[in-house]
């Protein structure tokens, strides 16, 4: 059945109409007609998901587009090619044997790559925000305050300070979360029903005063694993460890 939908797919590029057959084991065939105008129809909220998240990455760069390189084989459908020009007036849109662009991007990058060498050609960044939640200022507001934020470079570090609340406290927790957020703070009702994805906690040995200054540090390497650190200025520190991904999987560390 997924054979036939593909070829079928792929006929629809250049005709108006034409059929999916399947075949069972009882030797009967079941021959579907379907038009590019069914295919438009069934395939259209997918289309408009695309186009919402080329908006959304145009958004916050704020780039300029001089042209469009549609990359994978879904980019040979005509109403694809149609929505980008509509979309972009007057903005060239390349559709060029698209199943084959990244396999053409990488063997023009392995033709000059140097081992050890870095041209800034090829990067590996952050796919989403890490931050940790805390309040706002005096207030009762809690906010995430991202340190890792989207699309940094990897291997990505960064720190805040924090203070604590209570006079006579005598630990602090860093919880922290991830979104799709890049913005310093994001408000804590993004994060509904969603829980953290590591705490750490920092015991102070003693009640230390209100306002006594913390660190949380986050890092985020390129093999996946995001370590958390809580620090004060006595040197009491206090680590966790969370394997984000492994090729396709999670990992808890």
Same mark, same amino acid.
């Given at each position: ?7 079928? =797919? %792929?006929? *629809?590029?250049? &005709?108006? @109409?034409?059929?999916? !057959? /399947? ?57 694809? =090619? %149609?929505? *980008?020009?509509? &979309?972009? @007036?007057?903005?060239? !849109? /390349? ?159």
């Amino acid at each position: 059945l997924r054979r036939a939908a593909e070829k079928a =797919k %792929r006929l *629809l590029t250049t &005709r108006e @109409t034409t059929f999916a !057959v /399947v075949s069972f084991s009882d030797r009967k065939n079941l021959r579907i007609q379907v038009s590019q105008g069914d295919f438009e129809e069934i395939t259209r909220g997918l289309l408009e998901k695309t186009l919402a998240t080329v908006d959304e990455v145009l958004n916050e760069t704020g780039g300029k587009v001089d042209r469009i390189i549609c990359v994978g084989g879904s980019s040979n459908m005509p109403q694809v =090619k %149609r929505a *980008l020009r509509a &979309r972009f @007036t007057g903005t060239e !849109v /390349v559709v060029s044997d698209p199943e084959y662009a990244v396999v053409r991007g990488v063997a023009r990058y392995a033709e000059r790559w140097e081992p050890g060498g870095n041209d800034g050609y090829l990067v590996n960044r952050t796919a989403l925000s890490y931050g940790v939640r805390s309040y706002v200022g005096d207030t009762e507001e809690e906010r995430v305050f991202n340190i890792i934020k989207r699309g940094d470079t990897l291997p990505a570090t960064g720190e805040s300070q924090f203070a604590t609340r209570n006079e006579g406290q005598t630990a602090v927790e860093f919880k922290v979360y991830e979104s799709h957020d890049a913005s310093d703070e994001v408000e804590i009702a993004a994060f509904e029903g969603i829980d953290e994805r590591v705490s750490v906690t920092l015991p102070f040995g003693k009640q230390v005063p209100r306002e006594t200054p913390v660190t949380a540090k986050l890092s985020l390497g390129a093999d996946g694993l995001l370590k958390v650190e809580a620090l004060d200025r006595e040197g009491h520190v206090s680590k966790a460890e969370l394997r984000i991904f492994v090729g396709n999987k999670e990992i808890m560390v």
